[in-house]
């Protein structure tokens, strides 16, 4: 490994001077192709790559380049090779001076000199559209703007390039088009830019040099922006702190999220008026970018969920179970419970609203007991996602049983921070231990299982109902004492002549 | 079996009978909990809430420091000095005990369910109470009564969390202390009941009660030459340290010493210090001369001590009595100088029916509870005489006043009805045959009417040779008390679930399909403003909310439920009562960034505000009288009307055009209807210029209006949107306004 990063760094410092070294390999870019579906606060981002590989063979590494724009935004990225399942190594390098840009290598399987294949990027960018204009009034629709570079980055040569932009609806109100694009826009096409319906085309551009690196993108590298209207409300989520507790007892495991959104849609000028809310709603043509209620699915076979805010219980929500099902084995499929939540009140652009949400959980559902180590496995997502919502912060508490030991945590993606503290509760004598794990960045596709292992003596599991009965057993013996002892001054005889 | 299992057999079915007593008071006071949510009920309890958070979150020195700036703004409010604390240390007592052994309990928890907790208490002082007056089985009686009596639940349901909560408790724990120092002569039992008395003054502004009702006991077991070494001990150990304790709460400070209401406690101390002096000095001088003469001199005294006082009070250096205890003597005195007080329903004298349904048949047997009193008039009867007396008479004034009614009635009703039980289940028949043929037609005669009933049995039961014969006259009395018992318990379970148990923050409704809805605009509105406002602004509306907006919304309030400024109060009342143009810079000078205002004419709302309006004006008009006039909003007629002969201040006022604007389009053409005042509203509806609609909740129960900011180029806003609106401005007619040019 230590070879490999070793060998990594030169090669990029290699790249970056352009000039393919002789231990590291090269490529060319035969065809890009760039997909982006607009939204709300989450964008998706489908790049493929198809490549080619040049020189010796050698480490077999792809390196991908962001600019500065898209690297603050992207919240989530993975790397296949089309047709495949699998994943690839992604290895992140910060920002590289040189290139201008921050850099990513990919590891690919060995490919001989030549040889062809075709990666995918998949990308999601939070907030990466934001409103224009910034506020507008109660009826009006919701514009968005949304900007990105005009060209892909690739430390590599490429020979055809092109982005297709889709809105979500045909309501595109207007698109750049810099006419100095079509310098790499060879002379087939009319314009650098053809929009049919929802779909805005860039490209293609052909016999692209290396797109990092400061000269070519001061001289050549534009912005692309694409005015669009969105047509329902932008939801964010500002933080999300989930806490999951375990209960052996009571065969428990309890959720509790604590939520709080944001309407990320332009701010609300002049004043909210209900009146026109509720006309609306009668004729049929509800406000797009109000909030009025969001449905959330929770897992199968749960029961007494809670909603709540910092007032009191919020009266307005709806719950549909699903029961469990029978089988275990098509525990994936669509059987989950719908909880329709709805704010106190309607979310308008650049509102807030706070909410918690929990239910409890029969413990086998996500519990297993290996025999042979002594060891609990249990696995709870990360979150549960607010539909097209991007979440900026994010916590995951994981309170295990009291007397838990040998902890062992594995979260479904790299997380920003790890904590551990020890939390009280209910009839506890030493405390709980707990795991809390902090994120930034997410997107609605972060829902992977955190898997906590851990053992349970046998006397942590009967230090409750020790504690309580010895509690108990005191009390009674106080009651006892302070019945049988007479604690008057003076004999009973003077105390009675009174 | 041994008499030592019996007794201990005793015992435990006692204890097991008032856990059990306990329990129904708790649980029948849970209404509210299981048909809405743990919620704090209604105005004040919401204030206890915050400030307990305050004291729970940052311990008790910064609770007794806290300067609360949000409330009253821009004055601000010395919490700390301005509260009587008890409720809420009680509950951050409970609250940290509750963390210290590992139960980590939601300190809103703690709060609404200290109400029921404390019944429970209660329910077990009233029996210690009633055991002093009666027996063991008066005192369950009494436990039972108190623990389900509406008077009491209507204080004290779960959510309630209001200082009437644990004050009940502490009064009658006080009393019973008081009974007990009293019998034994003991000074353990004054301390205690000095120690309980200052919880009491720490927890309730209704204490005053205790320092006037054991003075007054005192004072009447001294003039029917009840006079006793244990009077003096129990009475003179309360009374210091009591006294002395209760001046530590720094609301109640001085005042002991030097206001009116406190007076009679020293008076009688004073007194009491001369007869003990009397009674001394006669035990040495024999000559019945020289008694009288110290008799005469004890009462010159007194009377100098009396005198001494009114002119104290007249130079000033006693307060004199506050308005709200005139009240209690002139029932229309409040309605003239103090409309603030009138104005709240709570301070109106109470009407016949509120005794019946909060007390249901306990208010026809307690008159033979107290005259059973008189049978053996022990110190102790004497004592729920007075109280029995005076708490009907303040009852009778004030209908919050019905909750220190309530135990003395419970006592008196469990002493008759215990009587009337003794007599009929006692298996003993008379053994005298020659007595009997009267005394069984008197039984089975008066059997019918049960209240008359036990004061001649008991009577009897005095005399060994009288008694009942038979199974059948019993069994007729016994049934019919059982009954009417049965017929209370049921009385109790509807008034609690139906009349006691709205938290009144939430309301109950049916949905258009028949399932139960609530309506939750309220908090929907207070959430609103919590969450999409700046943390520093001020929200403007009529008392009533101050405390509901400060908890829910924590943002600053002009006013609220504490009324101590009766002037701040009246400025909301004028802004609120005057046109657009003179209320925009009286709430520019208060800062006033938000308005909420309560319309329930949509939903049948009727305690909104359009229905306090007149309350806003007589209580602005009593600060400025020519500026705001009553008559000015009443129709020629004399009538208060909205609809289109609605008087032109009226239409014009601030409060008017917040309710209704835009109301009118909610309705078709011509249609616009208030269900509250069942008027139809005009045509046209309000316009407003200087104020923006913020946000209407979903029934337009709350409506929260902007301060429009000063316009950019100086105009006043009425010229501003007459501009935008595209009208010319006719010529010469506005004056301009002009500008300096340096």
Not at chain 1, 204 to 214: I, K, N, S, V, Y
């Given at each position: 490994m230590g070879l490999i990063h070793w060998l990594l760094a030169a090669a990029l410092t290699a790249h970056s001077a352009q000039c393919a070294s002789t231990s590291m390999r090269s490529f060319e870019n035969t065809n890009v192709q760039r997909t982006i579906e607009l939204g709300g606060s989450l964008t998706h981002v489908t790049t493929t790559f198809a490549i080619k590989a040049l020189g010796e063979l050698g480490p077999n590494v792809y390196t991908l380049a962001l600019s500065e724009l898209d690297e603050e935004k992207t919240a989530l990225m993975d790397v296949k090779l089309k047709g495949s399942k699998e994943t690839l190594k992604l290895e992140k390098f910060g920002f590289n001076q040189k290139s201008n840009a921050y850099l990513y290598s990919v590891e690919l399987p060995p490919m001989a000199e030549d040889a062809t294949a075709t990666i995918v990027v998949n990308s999601i960018l939070s907030h990466a559209s934001t409103p224009f204009p910034e506020s507008i009034k109660q009826a009006d629709p919701q514009l968005l703007k949304f900007s990105t570079e005009a060209y892909i980055l690739s430390p590599y040569r490429t020979l055809s390039e092109r982005t297709k932009i889709r809105a979500p609806s045909p309501k595109v109100t207007s698109f750049s088009a810099p006419a100095e694009l079509s310098k790499y826009a060879g002379t087939t096409a009319d314009s650098v830019a053809t929009r049919s319906g929802a779909v805005i085309t860039y490209g293609?551009?052909?016999?692209?040099?290396?797109?990092?690196?400061?000269p070519f993108q001061r001289e050549n590298q534009k912005l692309l922006t694409v005015h669009y209207e969105y047509d329902s409300p932008i939801i964010s989520v500002v933080s999300l702190d989930r806490s999951a507790e375990i209960s052996h007892w009571g065969d428990n495991l309890n959720i509790q999220d604590s939520v709080h959104i944001r309407n990320d849609g332009p701010q609300l000028k002049g004043h909210f008026s209900r009146l026109e809310l509720q006309q609306s709603r009668y004729f049929n043509k509800p406000s797009t970018q109000v909030l009025t209620h969001l449905t959330l699915q929770l897992p199968a076979g749960i029961h007494k969920p809670y909603y709540y805010d910092s007032i009191g219980n919020v009266t307005t929500s709806r719950y549909r179970q699903t029961p469990k099902p029978k089988s275990n084995t098509k525990r994936s499929s669509a059987a989950s419970s719908f909880m329709e939540i709805r704010p106190r009140y309607p979310l308008l652009g650049g509102w807030n609203y706070t909410y918690t949400l929990g239910w409890d959980a029969p413990l086998g559902d996500s519990a297993t007991f290996d025999k042979k180590t002594g060891k609990y496995v249990v696995g709870v997502p990360f979150m549960t996602p607010v539909p097209g919502a991007a979440v900026d912060q994010a916590t995951f508490t994981f309170v295990l049983p009291e007397g838990a030991e040998n902890v062992h945590v594995e979260p479904p993606f790299p997380v920003d921070a790890m904590s551990k503290y020890t939390h009280i509760t209910y009839l506890d004598t030493i405390g709980r231990p707990a795991v809390v794990l902090r994120s930034s960045s997410l997107t609605d596709q972060h829902t992977g299982m955190v898997y906590v292992t851990y053992t349970v003596p046998v006397k942590a599991h009967l230090a409750k109902p020790l504690t309580v009965s010895t509690a108990m057993f005191g009390f009674f013996l106080l009651a006892m004492l302070f019945r049988r002892v007479d604690m008057r001054i003076g004999t009973a005889k003077t105390a009675k002549k009174h | 079996m041994a008499p030592e299992t019996v007794k201990n057999t005793a015992s435990f079915i006692k204890i097991v009978a008032l856990s059990v007593i306990a329990g129904a008071a708790i649980a029948s006071r849970l209404f509210a909990v299981i048909n809405f949510e743990s919620i704090i009920h209604e105005f004040d309890p919401w204030f206890n809430y915050r400030a307990t958070r305050v004291l729970a979150s940052k311990g008790f020195y910064e609770f007794w420091n806290w300067f609360d700036p949000t409330a009253w703004y821009p004055l601000g409010r010395v919490v700390g000095g301005t509260i009587f604390p008890g409720l809420m240390a009680t509950s951050g007592v409970i609250f940290n005990f509750l963390r210290a052994i590992h139960l980590p309990v939601d300190i809103r928890n703690v709060c609404v369910m200290l109400a029921p907790a404390f019944s429970g208490l209660t329910a077990w002082s009233t029996y210690m109470f009633t055991r002093e007056m009666k027996d063991e089985s008066a005192g369950l009686l009494a436990a039972i009564l108190i623990g389900i009596a509406p008077g009491y639940i209507s204080r004290s349901v779960a959510g309630s969390y209001d200082n009437e909560a644990i004050a009940i408790f502490l009064l009658m724990f006080t009393f019973y202390l008081w009974i007990k120092a009293l019998k034994q002569g003991s000074a353990f039992f004054g301390t205690m009941a000095a120690i309980f008395y200052f919880y009491m003054v720490a927890a309730w502004g209704g204490y005053v009660f205790i320092t006037n009702m054991i003075p007054l006991h005192a004072l009447v077991l001294v003039l029917m030459g009840r006079y006793s070494s244990r009077l003096y001990v129990g009475y003179s150990s309360w009374y210091a340290v009591g006294t002395l304790a209760s001046m530590q709460v720094p609301f109640v400070g001085f005042q002991p010493v030097t206001t009116s209401e406190h007076m009679a406690a020293l008076g009688v101390f004073g007194l009491l210090q001369l007869v003990a002096f009397t009674e001394l000095v006669r035990s040495h001088v024999s000559s019945k001369q020289f008694q009288t003469l110290l008799r005469t001199a004890a009462v010159t005294i007194g009377l100098l001590g009396f005198v001494a006082v009114v002119v104290l009070t007249m130079k000033g250096w006693i307060a004199p009595w506050t308005g709200r205890f005139y009240s209690l003597w002139d029932t229309g005195y409040a309605k003239k100088h103090i409309p603030i007080i009138a104005s709240v329903s709570e301070h109106q004298p109470t009407a016949w029916p509120a005794f019946f349904a909060d007390l249901h048949i306990l208010i026809f047997i307690f008159p033979v509870g107290v005259l059973l009193c008189f049978q053996k008039l022990r110190d102790e009867h004497v004592f729920v005489i007075i109280y029995a007396i005076m708490a009907s008479y303040f009852a009778g004034v004030m209908v919050r006043l019905m909750l220190t009614l309530t135990p003395v009635v419970c006592v008196a009703a469990a002493i008759a009805i215990s009587t009337l039980l003794d007599t009929y289940i006692d298996p003993q028949e008379p053994e005298s045959t020659e007595v009997a043929p009267t005394t069984t037609s008197e039984a089975t005669g008066s059997s019918t009417a049960a209240p008359k009933e036990p004061k001649t049995k008991s009577k009897e039961s005095k005399a060994p040779k009288t008694g009942l014969f038979g199974l059948d006259t019993r069994l007729a009395v016994i049934f019919n008390t059982f009954f009417l018992m049965l017929i209370f318990v049921l009385h109790c379970t509807w008034t609690t679930s139906h009349a006691y148990s709205s938290p009144s923050v939430v309301l109950a409704s049916r949905a258009a399909d028949g399932s139960s809805a609530v309506i939750d605009d309220f908090r929907e509105a207070y959430y609103w403003l919590r969450q999409n406002t700046p943390k520093d602004a001020v929200v403007m509306s009529w008392w009533d909310y101050g405390y509901q907006i400060a908890g829910m919304a924590d943002r600053p309030t002009l006013v609220d439920n504490n009324t101590w400024n009766n002037t701040h109060i009246a400025t909301v009342g004028k802004a609120f009562a005057s046109s657009e143009e003179n209320a925009y810079p009286l709430l520019k000078k208060h800062d006033v960034s938000y308005v909420l205002v309560l319309l329930g004419s949509l939903i049948q709302y009727s305690g909104d505000d359009l229905n306090k309006f007149l309350w806003m004006i007589r209580i602005a008009s009593g600060v400025w009288p020519d500026e705001v006039k009553e008559t000015d909003f009443f129709t020629p007629r004399g009538e208060f009307r909205v609809d289109e002969h609605a008087t032109k201040t009226m239409s014009e006022s601030l409060m008017y055009k917040m309710s209704y604007y835009r109301f009118q389009e909610l309705f078709g053409p011509g249609q616009a209807q208030d269900r509250v005042r069942n008027q139809k509203l005009p045509t046209v509806g309000p316009t407003l210029d200087y104020f923006d609609e913020a946000f209407t909740s979903e029934n337009w129960i709350v409506r929260i209006y902007e301060v429009k900011p000063d316009d950019e180029l100086g105009r006043d806003h009425k010229t501003a949107n007459a501009y935008s609106a595209g009208k010319k401005r006719k010529k010469g007619r506005v004056a301009r306004r002009r500008f300096a040019l340096e």
């Open positions: 293609p551009f052909q016999d692209l040099p290396p797109t990092t690196g400061l | -």
